[in-house]
Structures are given as C-alpha cells and as structure tokens.
C-alpha cells in the first residue's frame, strides 16, 4: 500500500528541516510517495496567495501531510490545512528531554486541543466605529468527537483518564456545554476525568507539572496552554504535533520559521523528525514510531547537537545520526 | 477626610487575612471609616445570594473595597464587584519575593488587565441542542481607557514602555482593534510598545521572566498570563491586585478560600496586606503604600513565616509583625 505524503517546507528553517525529515521516513521500507507543494510568505509574495488551491487539493486528498513552518503568513497557512483534513484535535505533546535545560524537566504531557472552532470561528464583526465581536462557537457535536478520541487516546496502561481544562465559570453556556459534553462521554466510556480551571492550570502547571498528563481543552485553551507547557520544557524547539481528522492529518513542529538562523544550515530538526514519528504512529506502524522517538531522545542525550542545545553540528549531522540509531 | 472603606471578607481564610488587612490600615493616623458586609458561598447559602443588594451598593459607593476571597460563587460575587466600581482595568502585579521559593526568582512583572469585556460580556446562548455561541466584545472605548491608564502607569523612570498582548492573528477584528488603539493612544504620547502574540507570551515568560515588565492585555488573557506568572514566582498565595474604576476601586488577594485551612488562624495575609498598600497608593498614600509593601517584604524575608512558607507563626503573629515593620 502506498501512502501520500503531502510536503510543505513553507518558510525559513522549514526549508532545512522538511528534508529532514521526509530522508528519516525514506529510511524505512515503508512505501511513501512524497508529493512537494509550496505554502508561506515566499509564495505570497511571488503569486498573491500564502496557501495555493493546488496545496490545499493536495492536503485534502493526501494520507497525511508534513508541514514545516511559515513567517508571517502562519495563521493563513495553517489554519485553512487544518480545514483542509477536517482535523478536529490537535495532539501537542510537551515533554522534557533529558541533555535539554528546562524550566521542569518533570514535564511530559499531551494537550488534546479541539481544533475547529471555539474563538477560531472566524465570526468577526466591526458593528459600529466602537464595537467589534467576535461570536465564540461551541457545539455538542465538535466536544463530542473530540471527547471519543480522548478516551481512546488514553485507553490503555499508560494514562489514568485525562485533565478538562476550560473556564465554565465565566463562559457557562459555551464551556459549560465543553465540559458537560467531555464529562459525559468519558464517563459513559468509564474513563476517569478530572476538572480544572484554565487560569488554576496555568499556575498550576508551573508549579507542579506532574499532577497533570493528558489535558483535553478547548481551541484557544490549548493554543496557550501548550505554548505555557513548551516554556516549561525549554522552548518551542522540540515539539511536535498532529492535527488529526477522520481522514488523514497535518503533521507539524511547533516551532516557527527561526529567520535568524534560516539557510545556515543549523536548524534543529528534531521537532519536525518527531513529528514523522506522530505520522508513523497515525499510518499504524507503532514500531517504527517508537524508533523514531527514541532515536532522536537518544541524540538529545548524546550528540550531535544543534547550536540552539550548545553544539555546533548541521541539520545534515544530527539527521544522519537519528537515521543511524534507527538501524 | 474621611475614606469610606467597604470590607467583604467573604468565605474561608477571607475571614481571617481581610481583618489583618484592616487592622494595617488602622495602624495608620489616617481617618478610614470601615464598613463591612457579606458575600460569598456562604451568604448565598443563608439568604439565597451570592451577593447581597446591600454589598454591591456599598461597594459602588465606598471610596474603596478591601475583598477577601469567595469559594464557590466566585464568578457571582467578583465580576458584578468589578460592574459595581466600573473597573476598567485590573492591576496584577507578579512579584517574586526573596524568602520565597519561586520557579523563576527574577519574575517581576504587572498585568494590566482589560477588565470589562472580551469573553466575559455575559452573552451566551444556546442556538440549537448543538449549538452553543458566546459573543466576544471588544470596544474602542475601553481598550482607550486602558491604554490611557497603561500610559500613566509608566510615566516616570521605572518603566520603558509596556507590552501589548494580543491573538490578532486569529482574532483579527476584535483584538486587532484592541492592538491597533492600545498602540495608537500610546504613540500619541511618546510611550514605547512592543506586540507579544499571547501564545507566543506564555512560552516566552517561562524562558525569560526579564524580557517584560508592564503587560496589557484583554480580559482572558490577563487572566490566563497572570495566573500563569504566579505560577513563576511560587503560587498564587502572594500576590495582591487592584479593580480600578474612574471613581472607585476593589483590592483583592489573587488567591482563593484555602479551605483545607480556613479556621486555623494560620492564613498567610501577605497577599491581603500588600492589596491594602496598593490601596493606599490608590487613595494617594504613597508613602503608607510603599511602607507597607517594604515591610511585608521585610517580612517575607525574615519572618516570623505562617505554613505555606514552612514557617509555624499564626495570621496575627504575621501580621503583628508587619505592622511593627511599620513603625
Ligand atoms: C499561527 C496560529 C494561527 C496558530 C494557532 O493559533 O493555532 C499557532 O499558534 C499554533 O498553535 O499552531
Ligand atoms: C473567579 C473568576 C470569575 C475570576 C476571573 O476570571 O476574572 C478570577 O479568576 C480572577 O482572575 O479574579
């Protein structure tokens, strides 16, 4: 069986990091075809669109999408590929590798972000000179969906149920029915939940990340709280994520473009490389996930390292030597 | 002149820290006439209200409000607080105190917090048994207020300008018109910005507290942010804040009823004092205000220290020796 793999190095150290990645995955007797499109500020600037018709089609038809990084343009970028493959959740692991000065190195969670509405509705109006709104959409249907991937996300030894992380308390009517619906379905499911404020997790979380593990929350909830968990963990630079739909999904670092060091050759790529391993994962091959994830936890740990972790290796060295402790 | 002080120190250790919080301010030879009334889970369990018709009319017409903490009915008793002294903006201080074991010791920041809008307008509905809306308001008109007050809040030496904190990538019309007047008003009068996106914000502060100094953000995310710098300079135990109305003001600690130790006398009133010193710098004592926060500092330093600091001293052993600090 062959999979499509949509490829959208974007911007910056997008560039550098993409084939980075697609050259781990070409590592495994796995048949991939990679199919290359273009997305970001360059193309924005050389044709008018930051997301061509042509990249979206193919984001919306591929098994699964790599996605790099793009500058100013992000928000046009990513949030239409999200569209593209339906992706209803977000997975955004935070977790702190050993070899990687962090805030907590006890930090390892997994933020469940619902992916498609929210304050993300894109229902904005300017209603007189004075006032502007925005209408916050929450529905049954969306909390629903995200709330089954939840309980199967932490079937299983490894998770004790999972955090609902919302603001009931001010939004009632919207978060109210976020919870209510997220409680629900855990609880017909048998899964254990428990309930904690946005605001109470954000200090929460810094003072002692381990009294939380998967953490189920609403779009904008996640966009921050994860952000907060990466500050904790060191930093942007290693994160990867999965915007996951029915169908097939986005795959992307978290980090951004880097221009400061863009074309150098330096980027870390281990963000985007274990992000491949979430897209191993979502293909059903769970080994050569693993593989992946402990290569480049291994590589963290013993070197090459990228200037951003105090060494002086290239991109090229440390890939090579993630692909070398695949085998 | 005499200052009318309204005094609600509502559920849990609010009734033990807001009487050492008064008992501060009589140490002064000022003339405060303190009045006091109820609000909180348990009025609301006697009489049926969270907040009583009496305590919102005292509150909107006392000079100022010393509150203590609420459990349950939070939401019910502080946001109509806030509507009752037309609070535009909420000042949060995040302060990491020597003597304090604190995640990042170097945090020193202030949240200006817009305090009338945003998510918290109050209108929700339910469409449909799917759908679920709430209206996100942003208006010129307060986020001018605001930023005339941010622009006088660092006029003076200390401060170079502040930070504007805002989702306009997503959120493009209303916290685009939030950006765009915040900066406009604060470029008409010399003061220096800089635009922080409010993910971007909570990674950023966790790596390096020092980047920033002054924040001034929408409703949320001042909620989100500043709990979140609590969680940096060791909880939310310490810090104090102030709802600012153009007549009127509430001064509240930012921590909660504590009730697994409610009724021991053995509350830590810091957070309570050092919101009567932002009290009295907002009846123009500044000189009592600076005297109180030298003094709980002092005192944080050198003790006597209740539990939650590792010390055994009581409320009022605590207290006692601020107000010797005093003298
Ligand atoms: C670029 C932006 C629209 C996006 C978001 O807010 O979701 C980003 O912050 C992210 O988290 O992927
Ligand atoms: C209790 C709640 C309504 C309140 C808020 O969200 O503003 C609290 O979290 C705060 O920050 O004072």
């Known amino acids: 069986m062959t999979h499509e793999i949509a490829v959208i190095p974007g911007d910056g150290i997008g560039q550098e990091v993409t084939p980075a990645a697609v050259e781990v995955l070409e590592s495994f007797p ?54 593209a493959v339906d992706s209803f959740v977000n997975i955004r692991p935070a977790k702190a590798y050993p070899g990687v000065d962090a805030v907590r190195p006890e930090t390892d969670l997994v933020f469940l972000r619902e992916n498609t509405e929210g304050v993300y509705s894109g229902l904005e109006d300017r209603l007189t000179q004075d006032v502007s709104t925005l209408t916050r959409v929450v529905t049954e249907s969306a909390s629903k969906r995200l709330a089954e991937f939840a309980c199967d996300y932490v079937a299983g030894d490894e998770h004790d149920g999972f955090s609902i992380v919302h603001k009931a308390n001010v939004m009632r009517e919207t ?9 629900d379905v855990a609880e017909e499911q048998g899964v254990e939940t428990n309930e904690v404020l946005m605001d109470a997790f954000a200090t929460r979380v810094c003072l002692d990340p381990e009294q939380f593990d998967v953490v189920v929350c609403p779009n904008l909830a996640g966009d921050v709280l994860s952000d907060l968990a990466a500050g ?38 281990a963000a985007m490389i274990l992000s491949t391993a979430m897209l191993l994962e979502y293909l059903g091959y769970e080994a050569e996930s693993e593989a992946v994830n402990d290569a480049v936890e291994a590589t963290l740990e013993e070197g090459p390292r990228t200037a951003d972790l105090g060494g002086d290796a290239s991109t090229d060295d440390v890939t090579e030597a993630i692909i070398d402790r695949l085998s």
Chains 1, 2 share one sequence.
């Not at 796995?30 to 924005?44: K, N, Q």
């Open 232 to 269: 904790l963990v060191g930093g942007l630079g290693l994160l990867p994520s999965a915007n996951i739909g029915p169908e097939r999904a986005v795959f992307e670092p978290v980090h951004g473009t880097a221009p400061d060091i863009a074309g150098e050759g330096i980027a870390n790529p």
């Open 175 to 183: 978060d109210g029915l976020f919870r209510d619906t997220v409680r």
């Open 30 to 83: 796995i048949d991939f075809e990679f199919v290359e499109a273009e997305a970001g500020d360059a193309v924005l600037a050389e044709t008018g669109e930051a997301l061509p018709q042509e990249t979206y089609d193919l984001a919306a038809s591929a098994d699964a999408t790599l996605f790099g990084a793009v500058g100013e343009t992000a928000a046009d970028v990513i949030l239409p590929l999200r569209t």
